[in-house]
């Protein structure tokens, strides 16, 4: 070989050595920031789910018994929500990808009972509704 085209081998080899460690750097570091935008795009849906319930329970409470309203959300993932009775808060846990949970939750101003609490990825109809009488406002998630 001449001296250029061992000029030119080295370099294609030096090259080849750089995107290779790029690569072993870079993949990895994607994935997991692939994985924290899934993770915070999960927990943000969620939390305007569970906040606009909220906003909703707000409204009925605020026209009194008797009310009614329906609004449709959607749920990025499968869970359950809760109704928290010692902090009067509405909390879905929202499982992450390595594996934790964190519960994302927004206060009500009175007691609530949950119907159909347990949700499957997808969009729902809530119903939240204040009897006449002495009996707590409900909400029921129906799959729409």
Request: proline share 6%; net charge neutral; aromatic share 6%.
């Amino acid at each position: 070989m001449d001296i250029k085209g061992q000029a030119s081998a080295e370099y294609l080899l030096l090259a080849l050595v750089f995107l290779i460690i790029v690569g072993t750097v870079t993949v990895p570091l994607i994935g997991k920031s692939i994985d924290s935008s899934l993770d915070v795009s999960d927990t943000s849906d969620v939390s305007a789910s569970i906040n606009s319930i909220t906003n909703a329970v707000g409204i009925v409470y605020a026209n009194g018994p008797g009310a009614k309203r329906t609004i449709n959300v959607y749920f990025p993932a499968s869970g359950t929500l809760n109704y928290n009775t010692i902090n009067k808060t509405l909390e879905m846990p929202v499982t992450l990808s390595n594996g934790t949970n964190k519960i994302i939750d927004s206060n009500v101003p009175i007691t609530l009972n949950l119907i159909n609490s347990t949700v499957s990825k997808g969009n729902y109809n809530v119903t939240v509704t204040w009897p006449v009488g002495s009996g707590p406002m409900t909400v029921g998630l129906n799959p729409s």
